[in-house]
């Protein structure tokens, strides 16, 4: 038997997310590897699974959990063997596979990365896929500012979201590499907890995310957005002349309130980042560059721990804003 979270929706009791005990007969016969999950994490949409307030899990009974790492107890994949340790984002898992807030997992072994040498099951989940795509969107930032030939200090980047998990990380993967971040937050009372990662300079995000103009003062070299609406629309509006935007996330709002103003005069890039199923090749990339990249004081510093039983509560708050980085949930404890 195992602890695991578990959503259910039936015609008297509505949606419902508990913590329950299952048999390991009971994990999907779908998967080829089964892994012992040792740590998961709670995200945005995990916040969602757990609540039902948006529709991402789309088969019942399922265990929520975008994100888990562990270690492999059984496999009929060839890439993985007993003892092997793992870490899985996405591709569906959590939404419509059995996810990783348990304590055991079976997935496809076409969906694990392995866990890089000098991470932990813990420093992986820390990161979880909020970590994972932040990084997915500063890769694709570099890329644009090497083929621009534009150098780390030459000019600002905006992070919004900045109190957030993805937001947290792209502050301390950009700061790290010697750019001047600045942190768009509604929580301007974190200020000091968004400099000690690495912020040059922390807004209030409102300035932000109320409707404006087309085209605004050129400002950032580049941008992680992680709100989306007018956010996003205003951060385009902004961008430097031949700079780039990089948008991974809807905590405002999934419409775009835009102008192509800023893309036909000022040759502005918007670049869209999908996490859940990017190829292998680039999660492993992503992966390898956060474990190389990334300080892990600051990841620390961003991080609280939580146990399964806990996670039941932490679906409503991150949805509300009031979780500050990143959860990362001990299945064991
Ligand atoms: P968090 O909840 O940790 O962070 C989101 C942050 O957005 C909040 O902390 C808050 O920051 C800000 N925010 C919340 N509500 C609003 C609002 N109404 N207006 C403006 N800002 C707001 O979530 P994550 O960092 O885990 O994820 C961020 C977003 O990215 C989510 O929408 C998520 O679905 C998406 N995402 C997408 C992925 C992909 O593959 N494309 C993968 C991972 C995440 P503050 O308090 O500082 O203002």
Redesign the pocket.
Known sequence: MFKALLVNKTDDAGYTCSLTELDESQLPASGDVTVRVEWSTI???D??AITGQAPVVRSFPLVPGIDFAGTVTASDHPNWKAGDQVLLN?FGVGESHWGGLAQMARVKGDWLVALPHVLSARDAMAL???G???M?CVQALQRHWEAAGVKPGSGEVLV?????????VAIALLAGMGHAVV?????LE?GVY?KALGAAEVIE?SG??APGKPMQKERWIGVVD????H?LANACASTRYGGAVAA??????MDFPASVAPFILRGVTLY?????M?PLAKREAAWQQLARDLDRSKLESITKEIGLAEALQAGPA??A?Q????LVVNVNA
Do not use: F
Request: glycine share 28%; hydrophobic share 30%; proline share 0%.
């Open positions: 995200n945005y949409k916040g969602l996405g979880g896929t909020a994972y795509t932040a997915l919004t979201g900045a109190g957030g998990g993805v937001g947290g942190a768009s937050t509604g929580r974190e968004l995000r932000l995310s992680s709100v989306g609406s956010t991974c996330g809807l905590a405002q709002g869209g980042i999908d996490s859940v990017a991150i949805l804003g979780v500050r980085g990143r």
